[in-house]
């Protein structure tokens, strides 16, 4: 096997660093829905420059909780998808040539 470093892989783009940059944005994302639900829960006063009052505004702040936060999450899960799939490629591509090596070095 031979040694590859963080800085080698990283310049040649095989270490992707957007699967942990999504993972801090989901949860700066999830905490600002969070945030913004429960302000429309615990204080409507604060959002009466809608036309809304405040019984649709808590009600609104509810399913932000609920449905942004769910919503949020499946975006973020998708994105980290992509790249999981690019991982699993790459290491089916790596099984396959040792195998291709091995069968060759095998041949009579």
């Not at 905490?31 to 609104?60: H, K, M, N, Q």
């Amino acid at each position: 096997m031979r040694y590859t470093s963080f800085y080698s892989e990283y310049f040649a783009f095989r270490e992707l660093v957007t699967p942990q940059l999504i993972k801090v944005v989901y949860l700066v994302g999830a905490c600002f829905i969070t945030a913004a639900g429960l302000l429309s829960i615990v204080s409507p006063d604060a959002l009466a420059e809608y036309a809304a009052g405040p019984i649709a505004t808590r009600l609104g702040g509810i399913v932000v909780l609920l449905i942004g936060n769910l919503m949020w999450r499946m975006m973020c899960e998708g994105a980290i998808l992509l790249f999981s799939l690019h991982e699993l490629l790459v290491s089916i591509d790596t099984r396959i040539g040792v195998l291709v090596r091995q069968s060759k070095r095998t041949e009579p």
